[in-house]
């Protein structure tokens, strides 16, 4: 364990499993307090919130605040504040992911992309920003993708909030150029995630496998088409690029896209 981030508080979005999760551990483990907020089992989650705080001696909370609803965004942020003191780091990890043609692609699922992927992260910025200019101290980080940069076919409106919660990041970073806060965007290739499973999904229905006898073909042959590296990226590598950021040593990054992406956008 790590004292870098020791008296720092953390507020997480979509931190329930996969990216955000990690993101949890690798701030407690530098002594941060943590905000847990997303959906899922009630018992997995407390076991997550539980474990997180005994393993690293640190205060974990959780809020289950809906990312389609404005007012329980700026609640989390009220109730993180409360009852942590401050929100010194805010990381906007919640995203959804759905895939179709744009002939197809249903309006509610682009609207919904929209307001979890896009619209979150500015209401809870919003929120949070005035404590963090009071302090001169704040760390905003936005879970981008590869997607900022580049597509896929299927991939219309993820692609387009990742482009768009770039230029957020952009925006919030220069608005913000001389004080102590800073605001970043890390950009994962593809992580070995539930909203990654979809993926492997698809080629195993596509060879008429189940998706364990399809994992070893998809590494082989349709992952290095996106990423070069030919392995799955780790939450725990995802992670430490968080840490970085909300470091001393990251105090000029801003506006950064900060790629782990084991090459993909390299080409």
Known sequence: MGDMLTGRTALITGSTSGIGAAYARALANEGAAIMLNGFGDSGEIETLRAGIADEYGVTVLYNGADMTKPNEIRGMVK??????GKVDILINNAGLQHRDMVDDFPVEKWDALFDVNVKAPFIATQAVLPQMRERDWGRII???????????PGTS??????HAIMGFTKSVALETIETGITCNAICPGTVRTNMSEHRIEAFAAEKGVSKEEALDAYIDRKLPYHQPMR????????????????SDAGAAMRGAAFTIDGGWTAR
């Open 79 to 84: 109730d993180a504040t409360d009852r942590l």
């Open 142 to 152: 936005n879970t981008a993708s590869a997607n900022a940069f580049i597509t896929s």
């Open 157 to 162: 409106a993820y692609t387009a909030t990742k």
């Open 231 to 246: 392995r799955f990226i780790t939450v725990e590598e995802i992670a430490a690029g968080a840490v970085y950021l909300c």
